[in-house]
């Protein structure tokens, strides 16, 4: 089935039932062959309705997966939605994709910034994947590093397994041998 208009795609989204991501699977299938993906992706977040952002995030993520091409102000964007965006699927996902985005130098404090707020959030697995993103930035900057050491090995201490885990499997983790 191949999706052929942005409308379609929305539609898809607003279905979501909260449990199957075939559609977002089937969306993926489609955009990935299309030249436009990036801007649909991005179209389909800025809607503000839930079930479309937390599909398009889902698919956004598995693009960048698969390789998708952004630029340096795509960043910024992501840092915006991940502030704006209520829904813990969609910014769980948002987190995920930071694996596969550049995080220009411009953007460090930014982004180091929001993801120390969000290794506050209710959400275990949004705190866990937001020390994913302090990790990705000390790692590209050396001026986070002692501070994130310090949050890493406290986090170590006082979180869940799952959140450990997590840690654990961070590149800063891996280089740093904490």
């Known amino acids: 089935m191949g999706v052929e208009l942005n409308e ?3 539609e898809l989204l607003r279905r979501y039932d909260g449990r199957s991501v075939e559609p ?5 299938e489609d955009l990935a062959k299309r030249p436009d993906a ?4 991005i179209s389909i977040i800025d809607s503000n309705e839930p079930n479309a952002q937390v599909g398009g995030t889902w698919v956004l993520k598995r693009l960048l997966e698969l390789g998708l091409e952004t ?3 795509f960043c910024s964007k992501v840092l915006f939605w991940l502030n704006s965006i209520s829904d ?3 910014r769980l996902h948002l987190l995920q994709a930071f694996n596969h985005i550049n995080i220009p130098k411009s953007l460090h404090d930014r982004a180091y910034a929001l993801g120390l707020e969000l290794t506050t959030d209710r959400n275990t697995f949004v705190r866990a994947w937001a020390y994913n993103l302090i990790g990705l930035v000390a790692v590209a900057n050396p001026e986070f590093q002692a501070e994130t050491r310090v949050r890493f090995e406290n986090a170590m201490l006082t979180e869940t397994p799952s959140i450990k885990a997590r840690i654990r499997n961070t590149e800063f983790y891996k280089i740093k041998r904490l």
């Open 88 to 90: 813990q699927n969609a």
């Open 8 to 10: 379609s795609i929305k």
């Open 24 to 28: 977002f699977r089937l969306i993926t």
């Open 71 to 73: 630029g340096g102000r």
């Open 38 to 41: 990036l801007e649909v992706v």
